[in-house]
C-alpha cells in the first residue's frame, strides 16, 4: 500500500464511518450527547454524561472542522461547545464536573483534572479552528484552575483530584482500574496535551513555561531510562509505584504527543532531546507489537501480557509509527503502521452499526461487552489518527 492509498483510506473511514456515526446515533436532538450505546448497539439516552466525552467529541468535530472546512462538522464541535460550557463549567467553584445527568444536571461533581484538560483540549481546538473568543477565554481559566489547584510546585508535578471545591479528596483514582497514587503518567500526558494545544491559539508566557516544564517532567521523571517505557503512577515524591507495568498504548502514545510539544515550543535543543527520548519510548512500546500488526494493551508488575487490543491502542499505534518514519528517518517503520491499519480495517471497524469495536479478545472474538459509545469510548483516539496521518502525508 503506498501512501496515497493510505490516506485516502484513513479518510474515507473518519467521513465515511466515524463521525457520521456520531452524528446519526450519539447526537441528542435535545442539546449534547447521549451518554451510551452497547457493544450491541443499544443506546442507552438516560445514562450519565461524561465531561471527557464531551471534550473529545468538542476536539474530534472542531479538529475536523479545521481540517476540511465541512460546515456540519462545525454545528457539531458548536453544539459539544455549547453543552460543555452551559452543563459541564462549574460556575461556582471553577473546573469541570465529572459527569452530569442526561438532563444535563450535575451528577458527580469531583474535580479531576484529566477531565479539565479535555475540556482545554477541546475547546482550544475549537478557538483554533473558529477564531472564538470565548472558547480561548474558557480554556485559559480552566489552564489557570489547573495551574492553581492542581499543580504543585515544591513536587514540581500535578495532583489527580479534587472535591467540587477544590478539598482533598480520598479517592484520586481516574478509573477502578488505577493505582490511587498522587501522581500518574496519564494525567500528566493529557495536561501536555492539552496545554500544547492552548498554546497554538494562546501564546501566553507562564503557559508556556509550564507546556515546557512539563515536558521536561516527562523526560527527567516518567520516562525510565532504563527500560524505555514510561512509570505509570508515582507517589508525591515521584517514587515510582508500579515497578515492572507497562502500558503499551500509553508509551506509543506519548512518544509522539512529546514530540509535538517540542515542535509547538519551537526549541532546538530541546527538540532534538525529545526526539531522542520519545525514539526509545517507542521502540519500548513496541515490544508489544504483534506480526499481525496489532499491539497488546499491557504488561504486567509479574512479567504476564494483557493480550487485548484495544481499539485506542491500534490507533495511536499507527501515529507512533508514522511518526518514526516520518521525524526519526526509520523508513522501516511504514511497513508496521501500514499492517496495523490493516489490523484495525480488518478486525476493529464496524462495517454495519458504525464505528470501531472497542477491543478484540485474546481468542480473537470481538469484545461486545465494553461500550460501542460511552464514558470512555469516543471518538477522539480514530478520528485523531486518520486527520493526524492524512495531515502527515499531505
Not at 490516506?7 to 447521549?34: V, Y
Not at 505509570?232 to 515521584?238: N, P, R
Request: proline letters at 3%; glycine letters at 8%.
Amino acid at each position: 500500500m503506498e501512501e496515497k492509498q493510505l490516506k485516502a483510506e484513513l479518510l474515507a473511514e473518519l467521513h465515511d464511518n466515524i463521525l457520521p456515526f456520531w452524528q446519526t446515533h450519539m447526537t441528542d436532538p435535545e442539546g449534547g450527547f447521549f451518554g451510551r450505546m452497547t457493544g450491541r448497539g443499544e443506546l442507552r439516552p438516560d445514562a450519565e454524561r461524561s465531561a471527557i466525552l464531551c471534550g473529545r467529541i468538542l476536539w474530534t468535530f472542531a479538529a475536523a472542522y479545521r481540517t476540511t472546512g465541512r460546515e456540519e462538522y462545525l454545528r457539531t464541535a458548536a453544539q459539544a461547545r455549547d453543552y460543555l460550557l452551559e452543563h459541564f463549567i462549574d460556575r461556582r467553584y471553577g473546573g469541570v464536573f465529572w459527569s452530569v445527568d442526561a438532563q444535563g444536571r450535575p451528577l458527580d461533581t469531583k474535580k479531576q483534572f484529566y477531565a479539565l484538560a479535555f475540556a482545554i483540549y477541546g475547546l482550544s481546538e475549537y478557538a483554533r479552528a473558529t477564531g472564538d473568543a470565548q472558547a480561548t477565554e474558557e480554556a485559559a481559566a480552566l489552564y489557570r484552575a489547573i495551574e492553581t489547584r492542581s499543580y504543585d510546585p515544591a513536587g514540581n508535578g500535578y495532583e489527580e483530584a479534587a472535591t467540587h471545591d477544590w478539598q482533598p479528596i480520598a479517592d484520586m483514582r481516574l478509573s477502578d482500574k488505577d493505582a490511587n497514587e498522587r501522581r500518574t503518567m496519564n494525567t500528566h500526558l493529557h495536561i501536555l496535551e492539552a496545554y500544547t494545544n492552548l498554546l497554538r491559539v494562546w501564546p501566553d508566557a507562564a503557559l508556556r513555561r509550564q507546556t515546557r516544564n512539563l515536558l521536561e517532567i516527562f523526560l527527567d521523571r516518567i520516562a525510565d531510562p532504563r527500560t524505555g517505557h514510561l512509570g505509570l503512577f508515582f507517589d508525591e515524591h515521584w517514587q515510582l509505584r508500579s515497578e515492572g507495568v507497562y502500558s503499551f498504548g500509553h508509551d506509543i502514545e506519548a512518544s509522539w504527543l512529546m514530540l509535538e510539544t517540542a515542535f509547538v515550543l519551537g526549541d532546538d535543543a530541546l527538540t532534538e532531546r525529545t526526539r531522542a527520548c520519545c525514539a526509545r519510548i517507542a521502540d519500548a512500546a513496541l515490544e508489544g507489537y504483534l506480526e499481525d500488526g496489532s499491539l497488546l494493551y499491557e504488561r504486567h508488575a509479574d512479567g504476564t501480557l494483557d493480550r487485548e487490543r484495544h481499539w485506542w491502542v491500534q490507533a495511536e499505534c499507527v501515529v507512533g509509527l508514522f511518526y518514526l518514519y516520518r521525524f526519526h528517518g526509520r523508513r522501516e517503520a511504514l511497513a508496521p503502521a501500514l499492517r496495523t491499519w490493516s489490523y484495525i480495517s480488518r478486525h476493529l471497524v464496524d462495517r454495519e452499526g458504525g464505528e470501531w469495536w472497542w477491543s478484540i479478545l485474546p481468542d480473537g472474538s470481538i469484545n461486545r461487552r465494553d461500550d460501542k459509545a460511552g464514558f470512555w469510548k469516543c471518538p477522539y483516539h480514530n478520528g485523531r489518527m486518520c486527520m493526524e496521518v492524512a495531515g502527515l502525508i499531505g
